[in-house]
């Protein structure tokens, strides 16, 4: 009723200048407020990538970290020295332990799994050799595409666990992918993926090294070393 009172004494106002420019005015002001409304922005995404080679005793990892466009990925690489280090490290093998019963619990605590998650991180870091790069998506169309893949992808996509029911691996690489997107966690495991039985594992890890040894030059994440 207030609101209609209003509009009654404009219509009703002496000048009919002086209606026209406080309706200006009011069109100036909504078109300020949806300008500056604030943009929403892509959500973010993290992808942990753990591998295991035990022809050649050695372990790697990746972060891989996406906000919006910018993509800051860090490489670790560990020997068979600095892995065995590692294990023993009794903090380290209490946050192992408390990571797998957190997840295994049926009311499990999203806050206390990611703190979990982020004290094996460190602790992992701190004992291996590490490199990184920084990259603007809109270079790496191909890559972006492959990220955006993942901010959706299940389990099961990841593992194709109907296409390689009848496959096994004796003696490969051990990969293992958590993925922190939205308060969710996505955690799968392949054993020596290629394009035919896990793509888009395969593909992951394929293109994430290519980022870097298209930037960088070295032995350090050589196809010797990592396998991919």
Not at 60 to 66: H, L, M
Request: net charge positive.
């Amino acid at each position: 009723m207030r609101f209609t009172c209003k509009i009654d004494r404009l219509y009703q106002a002496r000048s009919k200048g002086r209606f026209f420019v406080t309706i200006i005015s009011i069109l100036i002001l909504y078109s300020f407020n949806a300008c500056s409304a604030p943009v929403a922005k892509n959500d973010s995404l993290h992808v942990e990538l753990s591998g295991v080679t035990p022809t050649w005793l050695l372990n790697s990892w990746i972060d891989i970290d996406r906000k919006d466009n910018d993509v800051h990925i860090v490489y670790y690489f560990f020997s068979k020295e600095q892995y065995k280090k590692m294990w023993a490290d009794s903090s380290y093998q209490k946050f192992s332990r408390a990571f797998k019963e957190v997840h295994k619990a049926d009311n499990y605590n999203k806050q206390i799994g990611a703190e979990t998650m982020r004290r094996l991180e460190l602790i992992k870091k701190s004992y291996a050799d590490k490199d990184s790069v920084q990259i603007d998506l809109d270079k790496y169309p191909d890559y972006k595409l492959l990220l955006q893949q993942l901010s959706t992808a299940t389990r099961e996509d990841l593992e194709q666990t109907n296409r390689n029911k009848n496959s096994s691996v004796l003696d490969g690489t051990h990969i293992k992918a958590v993925i922190s997107r939205n308060d969710e966690i996505v955690i799968a495991n392949a054993d020596s993926p290629t394009p035919n039985t896990h793509p888009l594992f395969y593909q992951l890890l394929r293109q994430t090294y290519d980022v870097y040894r298209g930037l960088k030059h070295g032995d350090f994440l050589s196809r010797n070393h990592v396998g991919y």
